[in-house]
T-cell receptor, first 111, second 110 residues
């Protein structure tokens, strides 16, 4: 069975902290994605990667960075967390772009 | 840029048929995917239309018309468990990623 896991379901951080969100997939997929989901705005793409050490900016990359050192792992980094980064963060992986497999999400609250 | 428009909410009764529309304005349109997301859950893939026409998967069908820049998801024999948010998405736009619509919240009533 396909599996995408995320390091935390819930996370509370303080403004200015550096935050790491981890995502691991066990399907040997080349493509991995980070989205944030806010009410009424759908899923917005932050960054994606189609190979190890490769990364591409999505629609809202400001304030975020990513790391992909191994094929199965894609990390999202908030360099200095701010309250407007309070959101649900979803990781996904795929072999075919149209069919993505999502992790359970991390609900991040920045105080 | 990419833009996919969906109604924000749809309500229907158990056993009925409901259609969720998606209109798009995208450069380099590739096809239309549909995802379902229950409250508190992760989005899950439902279907993909690469070509015009109807694709059927059990109670769910999806339709695409490129000439009208329009697609829809059709849910038949609605069940309470179909209450969820439904998103259309396009893998086009010259990048290897999906652009999602803002989602339609479907409420199925008894």
């Amino acid at each position: 069975d396909v599996k995408v896991t995320q390091s935390s379901r819930y996370l509370v951080k303080r403004t200015g902290e550096k935050v790491f969100l981890e995502c691991v997939q066990d399907m040997d997929h080349e493509n991995m994605f980070w989205y944030r989901q806010d009410p009424g705005l759908g899923l917005r793409l932050i960054y994606f990667s189609y190979d190890v050490k490769m990364k591409e900016k999505g629609d809202i990359p400001e304030g975020y960075s990513v790391s992909r050192e191994k094929k199965e792992r894609f990390s999202l980094i908030l360099e200095s967390a701010s309250t407007n980064q309070t959101s649900m963060y979803l990781c996904a992986s795929s072999l075919k772009i149209n069919e993505q497999f999502f992790g359970p999400g991390t609900r991040l609250t920045v105080l | 840029g990419q833009s996919l428009e969906q109604p924000s909410e749809v309500t229907a009764v158990e056993g009925a048929i409901v259609q969720i529309n998606c209109t798009y304005q995208t450069s380099g349109f590739y096809g239309l995917s549909w995802y379902q997301q229950h409250d508190g859950g992760a989005p899950t893939f439902l279907s993909y239309n690469a070509l015009d026409g109807l694709e059927e998967t059990g109670r769910f069908s999806s339709f695409l018309s490129r000439s009208d820049s329009y697609g829809y998801l059709l849910l038949q024999e609605l069940q309470m468990k179909d209450s969820a948010s439904y998103f259309c998405a396009d893998p086009g736009g010259g990048r290897r990623a999906l652009t999602f619509g803002s989602g339609t919240r479907l409420q199925v009533q008894p």
